[in-house]
């Protein structure tokens, strides 16, 4: 947002958000907008888009990460979380707004459904609670105790042919549980026994069909329940009318004798999932007019294909060609994505259509959930790193459809630690907990879908090219093609670009690699077994599967990020005793510098490295007493600043013989020091604590020996991250600062008057972060535009590059 009276203003260029790992935190509208759980984020990404661009919005409110989604019409967007609130969004002029929310429950919500004014909730607090969604928030109604049993799942729909609610809901045992709804609202009318381990996901489907040798007035509607459950089959139950049970009220005399028998015959609760009965259930419900009727529930098939748990289960949406046929989605912990129909004929079987997904369940964790897009023609997932992945129907009907991937969000999924620009500032690194590095770059192409337009331009991750064992901590390029990771281990570690990334970079658009040369380097990289190091791959490399020409023309989709855009590593710098933890590199990328994790003087020191050599410069820089929490070069390179957990901060100043000697120190902060950065002319640098103050600093010589306090800027909040603008804009310099509660502030100052500084921008968690903010770092060649772009990551676990209009 923008002050007011203030022309400044932001807007949104691309976020990298990953999804939670909740089978349903994700689910899509009518108008092809999925909204998905990321961290105490709701992402909002619009799939209905030509042009990619990804996640567009994210949306705060809650204090717990989101763990459920539901759209009710394209209006209306519930969400729960781990603490077990529930917010009603509405989109009123474009923009979603919290309408009520509410504390539904005391443990996580794990199932949520919305069915017209109903809403059911189910928590780790073994309660499922019904309430009635009105303009002024949620009403309770009736809840129930499932007995200790934590419910996975819920679905509600109409019974088939009647006004009449059927709810079914999965929870931690091996039972289907149907409810019906009566005048006292939802009790227990059946219970489906068949699967052998919990049951994880539900969906419901309505059909008909004339049944063979009859008129069209013989018209058979059921009411399909899918069921998904740990043992990795998937079972489907038919609800249809019972033939001739239309009574009066009082004529009703409940279950069929014959059932109650059956059932005094069935094994105990704890044998119950190992049972085979193809016995039909029977319920009765209540319609409005007051008459009673019979529906049976039939076991009907049991679909076996997936080699683990299944964690999703979707109907495509009703069709709209007569040639289509029923088809239900499934996902699985095997890292695969199933399309099931049954055959043609009196007595169809199901059969697996198509599989999407990893040969043989490589990918750790598989599939977490899956769903429909654009009326049946898109199917999207997410996996356990976060990253989605989708594919489109591109031929076909029926049984006889072909199918593509197509382009879709990646992300950290776990806090982003370290970010930085290439030199150029043509692309972005990001570094984070999920033991990943990602490179993010534009794609630059014509406007098909408007000829006459301008080029579109879209942001996507162009290369993972570590995929690491340990947390990576940070990451900074020595050259455009060259960087230096540190995690959490005792070595840093250098990268080199490989052909298959220069080729995307071409490919995708950035103007400066167009005349950089692929010979002389390796295709990509692999990691041995059992290893942590990327080794090169050369041509005749018969393992490495490198991306053709027309998969080099766009980014790289998530399966091959994950296998074939490594970097292959060059180079390892040792020295330290403990993890690493800040890391430093000069502006012409000659030195390197790191520090590691330290609680006392011997080990709190930086050791700076060359480059061209890969050997230590001087001694290591000696005088903190704690762990070195950042390190900058200036921009000439004649001094190192560092920042400190002993909340002082030490400048180190270039010797004749090479290495860096003590210059000046001083104990800034009554707090720890985060972060600290020098001015593009090398004339000022600022300073960080978490005693909420950002100091600017001056030398008070022509020898910059000594420095003084010429602002400090008193904040509302630690403040975590900091950056100078470069070059300056104009006739004013700019200071960005993130904060520990995710906000980002932009501060200005007259380069004639250094001591004056006002607060130009104050960006809050509906366009910054909701957590503490790791790094900003403005975008380099800024030029004359009117506008910057400013990058900036945080333990919420985006990456995020905004454009302010300054």
Not at 549 to 571: C, D, F, K, M, N
Request: hydrophobic share 40%; glycine share 8%; net charge negative.
């Amino acid at each position: 947002m923008s002050l007011p009276g203030t022309p400044a203003s932001a807007s949104t260029i691309f976020i990298s958000a990953s999804a939670n790992r909740h089978a349903h935190a994700a689910d899509v509208s009518t108008n092809f907008l999925v909204a998905f759980g990321s961290h105490r984020f709701v992402a909002l990404w619009d799939t209905n888009r030509e042009d990619f661009e990804g996640v567009k919005a994210t949306l705060p409110g809650h204090e717990g990460e989101v763990t459920c989604t539901t759209f009710s019409g394209d209006s209306d967007l519930f969400s729960a979380d781990d603490k077990g609130k529930i917010i009603r969004r509405v989109l009123q002029d474009g923009k979603w707004k919290v309408a009520s929310q509410i504390e539904a429950h005391s443990a996580p919500v794990s199932a949520l459904c919305v069915y017209q004014t109903i809403v059911v909730s189910g928590a780790s607090d073994a309660k499922l609670k019904i309430w009635n969604s009105t303009p002024e928030g949620l009403v309770l109604i009736q809840t129930l105790d499932l007995k200790g049993r934590y419910p996975l799942d819920v679905k509600l729909s109409l019974l088939p042919q009647s006004s009449a609610i059927v709810m079914a809901v999965a929870c931690t045992d091996r039972l289907v549980r149907i409810y019906t709804q009566g005048q006292d609202g939802f009790s227990l009318a059946a219970s489906l026994e068949g699967h052998e381990d919990w049951v994880r996901c539900l969906s419901f489907a309505h059909s008909s069909h004339v049944l063979e040798g009859g008129s069209p007035n013989d018209e058979r509607h059921i009411l399909t329940v899918a069921s998904g459950s740990q043992d990795g089959n998937i079972r489907l139950w038919v609800i249809e009318p019972k033939q001739d049970t239309t009574k009066a009220a009082n004529d009703l005399g409940g279950i069929d004798p014959l059932d109650a028998f059956e059932d005094s015959l069935d094994l105990g609760d704890e044998e119950v999932g190992r049972k085979i009965s193809n016995r039909s259930h029977v319920i009765a419900v209540r319609e409005p007019d007051g008459s009673q009727r019979q529906f049976t529930i039939t076991f009907d098939a049991l679909l076996i294909g997936h080699e683990n748990h299944v964690t999703s289960l979707a109907w495509r949406p009703a069709p709209s060609s007569p040639s289509a046929v029923p088809t239900l989605l499934s996902s699985s912990t095997d890292a695969s994505l199933i399309l099931w129909s049954p055959t043609p004929g009196p007595a169809p079987i199901w059969i697996n259509r198509h599989r999407f997904g990893d040969i043989g369940g490589g990918k750790v964790g598989g599939f977490v959930g899956a769903l429909w897009c654009h009326e049946g023609n898109e199917v999207a997932c997410w996996g356990w790193n976060g990253s989605w992945r989708r594919w489109r129907k591109v031929d076909g009907e029926g049984r006889e459809e072909t199918w593509s991937e197509v382009g879709a969000v990646t992300g950290h999924q776990g806090p982003v630690k370290g970010l930085a620009w290439d030199p150029n500032g043509d692309y972005l690194i990001s570094s984070g907990l999920d033991q990943t590095t990602r490179i993010f770059a534009p794609w630059t192409r014509q406007n098909h879908t408007n000829p006459g337009e301008p080029q579109v331009e879209t942001w996507h991750e162009a290369a993972r090219p570590q995929i690491h064992g340990y947390d990576l901590i940070n990451s900074a390029f020595i050259t455009p093609l060259r960087f230096v990771s540190v995690a959490d281990e005792k070595v840093a570690r250098v990268f080199d670009a490989p052909k298959g990334f220069i080729r995307t970079l071409k490919a995708l658009g950035p103007e400066r690699v167009a005349n950089i040369s692929e010979e002389d380097r390796p295709i990509g990289a692999n990691v041995p077994p059992l290893g942590l190091s990327n080794k090169a791959a050369g041509d005749d490399d018969e393992t490495f599967q490198e991306r053709g020409h027309e998969q080099s023309a766009r980014p790289p989709y998530e399966g091959e990020l994950a296998s074939v855009t490594l970097w292959p590593e060059i180079e390892k710098l040792f020295g330290h005793g403990y993890e690493l933890y800040a890391l430093g590199v000069s502006n012409s990328g000659a030195l390197v510098a790191t520090a590691c994790k330290a609680t006392s003087a011997e080990h709190a020191v930086v050791r700076v490295y060359d480059t061209h050599t890969w050997k230590q410069v001087g001694k290591p820089l000696a005088g903190h007493v704690l762990t070195v929490t950042r390190i900058q070069f200036s921009p000439d390179e004649r001094f190192v600043l560092t920042a400190s957990r002993d909340r002082t901060w030490r400048l180190f100043e270039r010797s004749e013989e090479g290495g860096f000697i003590p210059c000046s120190s001083e104990k800034a902060h009554a707090r720890i020091i985060w972060d600290c950065a020098w001015s593009g002319d090398g004339t000022l640098f600022a300073t960080a604590g978490r005693d909420k103050l950002v100091k600017i600093w001056q030398g008070i010589d022509g020898s910059q020996k000594e420095w003084q306090t010429i602002a400090t800027l008193k904040l509302d909040e630690p403040a975590t991250a900091v950056d100078f603008s470069w070059p300056d804009r104009g006739e004013r310099r700019l200071l960005a600062i993130g904060l520990e509660t995710g906000d980002v502030l932009v501060y200005s100052s007259p380069i004639k008057a250094i001591v004056e500084w006002n607060l130009l921008l104050h960006l809050d968690s509906s366009i910054a972060h909701l957590d503490q903010v790791h790094r900003v770092a403005w975008r380099p060649a800024l030029g004359a535009s009117s506008s910057a772009s400013i990058a900036t990551c945080g333990d919420d676990g985006t990456a995020r590059i905004l454009r302010l209009y300054v």
